[in-house]
Structure formats: C-alpha cells, structure tokens
Nanobody, 125 residues
Framework: QVQLVESGGGLVQPGGSLRLSCAASGFTLDYSVISWFRQAPGKEREGVSC????????YYADSVKGRFTISRDNAKNTVFLQMNSLKPEDTAVYYC??????????????????WGQGTQVTVSS
C-alpha cells in the first residue's frame, strides 16, 4: 500500500524560504512520477511541480517557476520542494502525490490516486 508523508510546512514571512519533504513507501517501481500540489481555502487543488524518479525530469507551474525547486533522493524515497521568495499567495496546504508513468499532465490532480495528508504553508508578516 502506497504511503506518502509530507513534512516541513510552517509559518514564514514574505520573501522567506521553506523546504518541504515527501517520504514515500509501499510503492512498486512503476510508480515513477511524484508531484506537489497545493490547495488554498476556497480554491481548487493546483499542481505546483513534478519529478520523475528515474530520469529526474522536472516540470513547474508558471506561478512558481524560478522560485521553487523540486528534487529527489531515491535512496531515501524522498522528494523535496525548496520554496524561495515566498509570497502570501503561496499560502496553502501542500500535498504530494505519486502515480505510474503515463500520459497526462503531472500537474493535473485527476491523474493521481495516491496522496499524502498535506502540510500547511502560511506566508504572512
């Protein structure tokens, strides 16, 4: 059974940084795409970034490009999201999700069925 555990959220001032972690377990080797999503109150869940476990291919939403960096440590089955230059509009619950390599956007939440419990990120002065 796939299990994902996020950590690293918290309260940070605008312009600050946070590093989120997503520890994955119980997945088979064909589960190769891990993505970060976020959901703010009253808004739909949106894709932030994704990475493939094998090639390390990465992709970012325009809203975070140049500020966020996704990376992986395959030995620890962990994916990270380094978030710099944070803005109040980055405030949300951040989730990681994993799926098999397949067609379809890695930033579309409808393409994933294995999710973590989420970690709150609040950007406020």
């Amino acid at each position: 059974q796939v299990q994902l555990v996020e950590s690293g959220g918290g309260l940070v001032q605008p312009g600050g940084s946070l590093r989120l972690s997503c520890a994955a377990s119980g997945f088979t080797l064909d589960y190769s795409v891990i993505s970060w999503f976020r959901q703010a109150p009253g808004k739909e869940r949106e894709g932030v970034s994704c990475i493939t476990r094998t090639s390390g291919y990465t992709y970012y939403a325009d809203s975070v490009k140049g500020r966020f960096t996704i990376s992986r440590d395959n030995a620890k089955n962990t994916v990270f999201l380094q978030m710099n230059s944070l803005k109040p509009e980055d405030t949300a619950v951040y989730y990681c999700a994993i799926r098999k390599l397949s067609a379809g956007s890695c930033l579309n939440p409808a393409n994933f069925d294995s999710w973590g419990q989420g970690t709150q990120v609040t950007v406020s002065s």
